[in-house]
């Protein structure tokens, strides 16, 4: 059973613009095969400071299947997978599979892509995504969705604007700004203003990490005009 899906907001903002400057967190592909096995393809960003991706299976209980979780290295798009394990059943049971960045200093992990996975077929995809709308002398203006289970850890989520077409972590935030997402509004739109005036014609790339942007789960690179 397989099925290629994103959300219609995504598909218009992706197709409008050269895909090398959006980087998501997204599962782009589910196949399942038999009762027990999935395939799975997926993307997240890979130059920042991530190493690699974790990847595992919930049942409708939020329990962790046993023998879905793996973690793995990664250097670069799409990353492909097959997780296999007899305690699952796609035949009549709902599964969560879950995607996210894997940083090798901790085993902290959060989640920033998720399918839902009913009688074998992927019904629900959701992605991790910043998407820049514009820019005024000291401002910039953007939208955003994440999935809501990525603060199940308490998870601090922040958008921020670091120079250059690369995604980094928050330390490189200009002037230190940074706007944070809450579970009560992890779709949604947001401004980060700044006390200087940004250059004309230069190259700024908007960031979405967690932890502190240790990881990073989106990016949008352009010029401000």
């Given at each position: 059973m397989d099925l290629q899906l994103k959300e219609l907001s995504t598909l218009y903002k992706e197709f409008n613009a050269d895909h090398k400057w959006i980087q998501t967190t997204?599962?782009?592909?589910?196949?399942?095969?038999?009762?027990?096995?999935?395939?799975?393809q997926a993307e997240l960003p890979l130059d920042g400071s991530n190493k690699g991706y974790f990847v595992r299976i919930k049942d409708e209980h939020g329990n962790?299947?046993?023998?879905?979780?793996?973690?793995?290295?990664?250097?670069?798009?799409?990353?492909?997978?097959?997780?296999?394990?007899?305690?699952?059943?796609?035949?009549?049971?709902?599964?969560?599979?879950?995607?996210?960045?894997?940083?090798t200093a901790t085993n902290v992990n959060s989640v920033g892509a998720t399918a839902t996975i009913i009688q074998g077929r992927p019904r629900k995809f959701e992605s991790s995504a910043v998407y820049y709308n514009m820019n005024l002398?000291?401002?910039?203006l953007f939208e955003y969705n994440v999935p809501p289970s990525i603060?199940?850890?308490?998870?601090?989520?922040?958008?921020?604007l670091v120079e250059g077409k690369d995604i980094k972590e928050e330390r490189y935030a200009i002037e230190n700004k940074v706007f944070k997402l809450s579970k009560s509004s992890y779709i949604g739109d947001g401004?980060?203003?700044?006390?200087?005036?940004?250059?004309?014609?230069?190259?700024?790339?908007?960031?979405?990490?967690?932890?502190?942007?240790?990881?990073q789960v989106a990016g949008n690179t352009f010029i401000w005009e």
């Open positions: 997204s599962i782009t592909q589910v196949k399942t095969s038999g009762r027990s096995m999935l395939h799975f962790i299947v046993k023998d879905t979780y793996h973690q793995r290295a990664a250097t670069s798009n799409p990353v492909t997978g097959t997780i296999e394990s007899n305690d699952l059943d796609f035949r009549s049971q709902i599964y969560t599979l879950e995607f996210g960045p894997h940083f002398p000291k401002a910039v603060f199940d850890n308490n998870t601090d989520v922040k958008i921020y401004e980060i203003s700044f006390q200087n005036a940004l250059d004309h014609g230069k190259t700024y790339t908007l960031c979405m990490g967690i932890f502190s942007g240790v990881r």
